[in-house]
T-cell receptor
């Protein structure tokens, strides 16, 4: 079985400050990790993914994520937050043992205040 | 290239009725997956289709079914609706089926069961 944990329901950060949204995972086999963002009344928008190689992955809108195999983590980061980054963020995992099924974390609401 | 489209965007039904939701994947994508999103359960995998065959199925009752057509368009059907079926139903498409492929999501169909 595979699972994802996002320990924070909400993260508050001031505009211009760095942000981190945490994610830990559990899979058997190689993990393929994804971050998505959801704005109100919208579907999920892909931000970035880790498949293999460099542990630091860069994605859309200035977001990046760091894969840490020993800590089974894949935290999302951005050096300088924007008010427009306020949204719901989902971490997801897939593995060779579970076909194409994405298993999502519970989501973290990011609030960026001016 | 057009994204994933889902119709209808909003639907209101009463208990006991059935409903059919439609999803058109990104052109060239052959894999379509369906997810249910609710405040209580979060994002849960329903099923995945590839080349008109169901490859994976989540832990949902048999009232939930789907199919995929030769042009990769997909439909999901829910029979004998229950209040708990009220949710945002998301469709996602990917080029093929390996777990490294990115799934791109549509805007969702919001189903309300009264």
């Amino acid at each position: 079985a595979q699972s994802v944990a996002q320990p924070e329901d909400q993260v508050n950060v001031a505009e211009g400050n760095p942000l981190t949204v945490k994610c830990t995972y559990s899979v058997s086999g190689n993990p393929y990790l994804f971050w998505y963002v959801q704005y109100p009344n919208r579907g999920l928008q892909f931000l970035l993914k880790y498949i293999t190689g460099d542990n630091l992955v860069k994605g859309s809108y200035g977001f990046e994520a760091e894969f840490n195999k020993s800590q089974t983590s894949f935290h999302l980061k951005k050096p300088s937050a924007l008010v427009s980054d306020s949204a719901l963020y989902f971490c997801a995992v897939r593995s060779n043992n579970a076909g194409n099924m994405l298993t999502f974390g519970g989501g973290t609401r990011l609030m960026v205040k001016p | 290239k057009a994204g994933v489209t889902q119709t209808p965007r909003y639907l209101i039904k009463t208990r006991g009725q059935q409903v059919t939701l439609s999803c058109s994947p990104i052109s060239g994508h052959r894999s379509v997956s369906w997810y249910q999103q609710t405040p209580g359960q979060g994002l849960q995998f329903l099923f995945e289709y590839f080349s008109e065959t169901q490859r994976n199925k989540g832990n949902f009752p048999g009232r939930f079914s789907g199919r995929q057509f030769s042009n990769s368009r997909s439909e999901m059907n829910v029979s004998t609706l229950e209040l708990g079926d009220s949710a945002l139903y998301l469709c996602a498409s990917s080029l093929a089926a390996p777990p490294t492929d990115t799934q791109y999501f549509g805007p969702g169909t919001r189903l309300t069961v009264l």
